[in-house]
Structure formats: structure tokens, C-alpha cells
């Protein structure tokens, strides 16, 4: 008879999630905190045994057992732990900013999930479409719209955009669907370039978000505290990133997530059953861009000031290797490897200028050695239906 | 007139250096079923090793003639290219023949970041343009505004012989025989007896002295190579090949001038500033994919290469 893990449980229920999130939780203050490369690099090793002795152990069996049988206290103890970071780092610019980009990178990449991990519909310019929405925060709020409206504006708009490349991207498979992506994100960069309207190579400056009269390029006192702008643009990085998670694991666990995944898997089995190839293709498509763009409008507003070199093609590399790092379709692999891609390089000045040579040499012996990423999507669970 | 002359020539040199670089991308597709994205890298190692092979000539036999400093700095951008190519093929790219094509495509992308990076740190200065020498007579002819410089008229013939070269070996030889077979049918070409992996590595020496011309050629054109080049080169061979079609060489090399065809009209002949030539070529490769999803000489299920 077939061992169910959860039987031989170490970490027992929610009370397992509330325990790995505080420890989580203490090695990033202790990681985010440390300054010196040294402190780094014995944070950073240490993190990295256990992580190996968890994963060489039975011990990553226990922990993921805890996690699926305890997802929503999993989902809030996630969402607490990033909210004491935000709080804990209250006055930290750069600490902030760092999360931030995190929290709006994984927000993209998640719509790439959708396109690529689910529906298996090849983009190569996700880091277009994701400028498409800061570019349109940008232009839409220069022009007086307000935030709110500007920001939805950057998903829609870059949804619309999309709906120019479906037809190519519909009727080509394969290496044809790869180029005609990549002819975008190169087309796409070098239109803002050389376009005076939209600032040219220098770029354009962003009007901060401001909601309900508050503004969110202020630095703001509570309570005595001092507490740097970035607390806002966090907390609403975070709150768009629980939404798209949110969003896309349902979709994931719905009969569209299901539709999809026939699409990916065999397109010809699919069509034979009755599944609708086009229209998946398209909703994936969509779907993905606007989460980038709405990523993208957010980011442009809490950056400030973007420019073309924020957008061209090695950053569509970067996402799709973030994607990839992480396991494809899997939602934590995505927000786990946005975390290694974003912060390992920004907290190791030595190996700044080394970055992208790092980047792609790590994703080579990824795609060589482990090709399904770090966290392999799992298949469907449906044994607590029956 | 004399313009129209001027951006036809400029066009058709363009378009040589693309097809030079589309035959690689299409060779490769043929044996292998795969993209090597990093194809447009490798050009731009070629370049620099030419370039290095000059500066070594410079400094230990400094007063060597032209004409053989040329045939070194190929020989020696050939010999880089060669050693980068088949190492590639073996270790990176016949290890993935089975994975899905995504997955090659964006190991041959990592790959192509990893070659730039490397150049652009290591290679001496690597980060900023570097010259690269005038090894070709200077002479030109010259009739109102119309000038045919007698170099480009020299590169683009022996662009021309290259292509005709890969040509005749292809259909001609046993070498090209054996290349052929493995593109129709690896296993049936395996069962008579072609060693599979001495055929694909040799398709990859093949392609790779191809590009490593087209990148010595790129720099005697341009007189400047820049460690960045081969993104934008490896972008317009994978377009030219795809929108020839991919695994057919005329396909290719129709490709290859298509792209500069398309180029050469946004620069000039539309109502909008040439600086959009990019963004018309690439808009106009999506549109037309749009329209003839396989390229236009599609890929037949039988026959590639």
C-alpha cells in the first residue's frame, strides 16, 4: 500500500506554517539586515545547507505535506511574514525599495505563469508588455487622469496591445511563435528609442500614485515613527501581488486551468475533445499581459522615472529565466526564484557587474541538470473531492 | 537615381551579411530540429578573434602584407568560431535534442547572454567599441553621388562564393550527402551508416566558419565591432531564416535579403523618420508570419537542408 506522507508528519498543522514562516522570517531581517559581504555570504551559505539537508532529508516530504494540507494558513502567514518585513524595515529605503520590485516582478512573472506554465503559449516579450503598462501609467497620468484609473489603464492598455500579436501568435507554433514575440520585444525597444512622444532614450518621469487624497511619494509620520514612502508602494505591491496570486491559483484550480493545461499538453487531444484551442490561447494571453502591464504600471509609479533600457530584451530573458528557475506553472517556484533573482545580486555588490553572466550560466545548468526548476509543478490533487 | 543606386547596394550588402548569418541558423535547424540562438554570438566572437588575430600580427610581424594579414585574421576568426561552435554543439546542444524546444531556445539564448558577457568583461576593454582595421585596398569609383567602393564590391563576391561554396557542398560531396540524409531521417541516415555525430558536428564547423565570415565582413564593413552586436545580428538571421523558412538554404538567403530589402525601405522610402527602420522590418516579419505562418518557402515534412 502506497505511505501517505502525512502520516509520518515532524511539524504538525497550522501551527508547522506559523513555525516556518517565523524561521523564514527571522534568516530574511537577518539577511536584509547584514551589510557587510561576509555576514552576507554566511547567511546566504548557512541558508543554503539547510536547504540541501531539507531536500537531501525526508524532511522537504514533511514540509510540503504541511503546506498543501494547510494552504490558507500557508497563504496568511506568507502574507504576514512579507508585512512584518515591510513594517520591520520601515525606514529603510532600499530595503523597501527591493521588496517592492520583488513583489511586482513575481506579479509579471505570474502572468507569464499563465501564459507559458499553463497554456503553454510562448512569449518572449513579457517584459514589453509589462513596459506597455508603465509606459501608459506614465503617459495617462501626465495627460491628468488620475492614479487608480492610470494604473488599471497600463494593464488594459497592454492587454489591448496583446490582441495585435494574437493572430501571428495564434496561427504560428513553435520556433515561427517564439519569433514573432521576439520581433515584438526588439521592435518594441527600439520604437520607444527613437520616439520623441514618449521620451526617447532619456525616458520620462512617472507621477507618483496617489489614492483617496494620500500621496504616495511622501515619507509619512505615525505614531512617532518615521516611515519611508516606500511602506505605501509596498503595501500595494503586496496587495496587487495577493490578488494576482489569488487570482491565478483559482484559475489554475478551475475548469479554465483545466482547459488550459489540455491546451499545453496535447492540442490535438484537446481540439478531439471538444476543447476550444483558440480561445484558451487567447484568454492565457490576455490574461498574462494584463497582469504584466498592471505589474508594469505599478512599478513605473513607484520607480518614478523609466527608461526604454527597463524594457528591452534581455529583461524578457530575465523573466522567462525567473519562470523557468522557479518550475514551471508552479505560483511559489515563481515567487521563490523572483526572490534569488532580484536579491542575491543587489545584496552581493562583488558580483554586480557579473550578474547577467551568473544569470545565464545558472539557467544553462538549470535547463541541462534540472529542467523542471527549482519547485516542479505537481499534478493535480483531487483527493480531498472524494 | 544615383541615390536609388546608392541604397540598392548598401541594401544588397546588408542582405548578404544576413543571408551569411541565416544559413547557419537554417543548417543547424536542419541536422538538429533546434534554433542556436547564440548563432549571432558567434559571429560576434569571429569578430573579435579576427581582431585579436590582427593585433598578434601587429605586434610580431609588423610589417606583413596585406593580403596575408586577411587570410590570417579569417583563418583565425574560422578557427575561434569553429572551436566555440562544435564545443557548443556537443556539450550544450546534443544534450538537449530531447528536451522540449523551448528549452533549447532559451539554453541557446542563455548561452548567447553567457558568450557577450564573457567578451564584454574579459575580453581586454571589452565593454566599449573597438575599431576594427581597414585590411582592404581603398579604392572606388565614383560617378555624380553614386560611389561603389571597390571593398564592398570585394566582400560582397566573396559572400557570394561563400554562399555558392556551402552550396556545392552541400548537394555535391559525400559530406553534403550525409548531411542531407541525417536532415531527412536521422535513424534511416544512422542505418547506412553515417556517423551521427561526427555529421553534426560538422554541420556546426560548417555554419560556424560561415559565420565567422560574415562577422569579419561585418567588421570591415562597419569598420567598428562591439561586443553587443550579435543580439541584433542573431535576431535578424533567426527572422530571415524563418521568414525564408526554416531548414532550406535558398529560404535563407531569400530571408536574408528579404530583411534587408525591408530595412533599407524604412530607412528611405516611407514617410516617417529612418530611424524606425528597425521597428518597420521586425513589424513587417510579424505581419508577414501572420500571413504565411511556415515561412514562404515552407518547410516541407520530407525534405530540409
Redesign the interface.
Known amino acids: 500500500m502506497r505511505h501517505h506522507p502525512s502520516r509520518d508528519l515532524i511539524i504538525p498543522g497550522p501551527a508547522g506554517c506559523v513555525l516556518m514562516a517565523t524561521a523564514l522570517l527571522a534568516w530574511s531581517i537577518l539577511f536584509l539586515k547584514a551589510e557587510e559581504q561576509i555576514p552576507i555570504l554566511v547567511y546566504m551559505i548557512s541558508g543554503s545547507l539547510l536547504v540541501l539537508v531539507a531536500a537531501l532529508s525526508d524532511l522537504h516530504k514533511s514540509i510540503s505535506a504541511t503546506i498543501s494540507s494547510n494552504e490558507s494558513s500557508w497563504d496568511k502567514c506568507m502574507t504576514l511574514t512579507l508585512l512584518a518585513l515591510i513594517l520591520i524595515f520601515h525606514d529603510d529605503h532600499y530595503t523597501l525599495f527591493l521588496l517592492g520590485t520583488i513583489m511586482v516582478y513575481a506579479t509579471a512573472v505570474l502572468g507569464l505563469n499563465v501564459q ?1 506554465g499553463y497554456t503553454g503559449v ?1 512569449n518572449f516579450s513579457a517584459a514589453s508588455f509589462f513596459g506597455i503598462g508603465s509606459y501608459t501609467a506614465a503617459m495617462s497620468s501626465a495627460a491628468g487622469l488620475p492614479s487608480l484609473p492610470a494604473l488599471l489603464l497600463g494593464g488594459i492598455v497592454a492587454a489591448l496591445v496583446g490582441c495585435v ?1 494574437l ?2 501568435v495564434l ?2 507554433s ?3 511563435a ?3 514575440t ?3 520585444a ?2 518594441f525597444r ?2 520607444l ?2 520616439n520623441e512622444w514618449f521620451g526617447g532614450p532619456q525616458g520620462i518621469a512617472v507621477a507618483p500614485l496617489t489614492l483617496f487624497g494620500l500621496d504616495f511619494s511622501q515619507d509619512m509620520q505615525l505614531w512617532g515613527i518615521e516611515f519611508s514612502f516606500y511602506v505605501k508602494y509596498d503595501l500595494a505591491c503586496l496587495l496587487l501581488l495577493v490578488l494576482a496570486f489569488g487570482f491565478v491559483r483559482r484559475l489554475e484550480r478551475s475548469w479554465l486551468g483545466l482547459s488550459m493545461d489540455a491546451v499545453r499538453c496535447d492540442e490535438t487531444a484537446g481540439a478531439c475533445f471538444g476543447v476550444d484551442i483558440a480561445r484558451w490561447k487567447i484568454t492565457a494571453f490576455t490574461v498574462g499581459n494584463l497582469l504584466s502591464g498592471l505589474a508594469g504600471a505599478l512599478y513605473a509609479m513607484m520607480l518614478a522615472y523609466i527608461s526604454p533600457a527597463n524594457f528591452a ?2 529583461d524578457s ?1 530575465l523573466f ?2 525567473i519562470l ?1 528557475l522557479g518550475g514551471m506553472g508552479n505560483n511559489w517556484g515563481v515567487i521563490l526564484a523572483t526572490v534569488f533573482v532580484v536579491v542575491i545580486p543587489e545584496k552581493f555588490q562583488v558580483i554586480q ?2 550578474r ?2 551568473i ?3 545558472l ?2 545548468f538549470m ?2 541538470y534540472r ?1 523542471m526548476g527549482l519547485l516542479p509543478r505537481k499534478a493535480r490533487n483531487y483527493g480531498r473531492l472524494s | 537615381m544615383e541615390l536609388f543606386l546608392q541604397f540598392c547596394i548598401n541594401g544588397l550588402m546588408l542582405g548578404m551579411m544576413y543571408a551569411l548569418v541565416a544559413v547557419g541558423f537554417t543548417l543547424f535547424f536542419g541536422v538538429l530540429d533546434v534554433i542556436v540562438f547564440s548563432h549571432g554570438d558567434t559571429v560576434m566572437i569571429g569578430a573579435f578573434g579576427g581582431l585579436s588575430m590582427y593585433w598578434w600580427l601587429g605586434a610580431v610581424y609588423p610589417g606583413l602584407s596585406l593580403t596575408w594579414t586577411v587570410l590570417w585574421v579569417f583563418l583565425a576568426a574560422a578557427l575561434a568560431v569553429t572551436v566555440v561552435g562544435t564545443l557548443v554543439a556537443r556539450f550544450l546542444i546534443m544534450p538537449l535534442r530531447k528536451a522540449p524546444p523551448l528549452n533549447t531556445l532559451l539554453a541557446t539564448m542563455m548561452l548567447g547572454t553567457v558568450l557577450r558577457e564573457a567578451i564584454r568583461l574579459f575580453f581586454p576593454d571589452g565593454s566599449n567599441p573597438k575599431p576594427f582595421p581597414h585590411l582592404l585596398p581603398e579604392w572606388s569609383w565614383q560617378s555624380g553621388s553614386l560611389t561603389l567602393r571597390f571593398d564592398n564590391a570585394l566582400l560582397f563576391l566573396s559572400g557570394a562564393v561563400m554562399i555558392v561554396l556551402v552550396h556545392l557542398l552541400i548537394t555535391r560531396t559525400r559530406l553534403g550527402m550525409a548531411i542531407r540524409a541525417v536532415a531527412q531521417d536521422e535513424e534511416a541516415a544512422q542505418l547506412m551508416g553515417v556517423n551521427f555525430t561526427m555529421i553534426v558536428l560538422a554541420t556546426f564547423a560548417l555554419g560556424s566558419v560561415v559565420a565567422a565570415f560574415a562577422g569579419v565582413m561585418n567588421g570591415l564593413y562597419y569598420n567598428e565591432i562591439n561586443f553587443g552586436m550579435g543580439l541584433l545580428l542573431g535576431a535578424i538571421g533567426f527572422s530571415a531564416a524563418v521568414i525564408g523558412g526554416l531548414g532550406n538554404i535558398y529560404g535563407a538567403i531569400l530571408g536574408g535579403f528579404i530583411f534587408a530589402f525591408l530595412q533599407t525601405l524604412g530607412a528611405v522610402a516611407l514617410p516617417f523618420a529612418s530611424a524606425y527602420k528597425d521597428v518597420f522590418a521586425f513589424g513587417s516579419v510579424i505581419a508577414l508570419m501572420a500571413v504565411r505562418p511556415t515561412g514562404l518557402i515552407a518547410e516541407p515534412s520530407s525534405q530540409r537542408v
Open positions: 507559458l510562448i500579436l493572430l501571428p496561427r504560428t513553435g520556433h515561427y517564439a519569433l514573432v521576439m520581433a515584438f526588439l521592435l527600439v520604437f528609442e527613437v530584451f534581455p530573458l522567462l529565466s523557468l557587474e557579473y547577467y553572466l544569470y545565464a550560466a539557467v544553462l535547463i541541462l529542467p
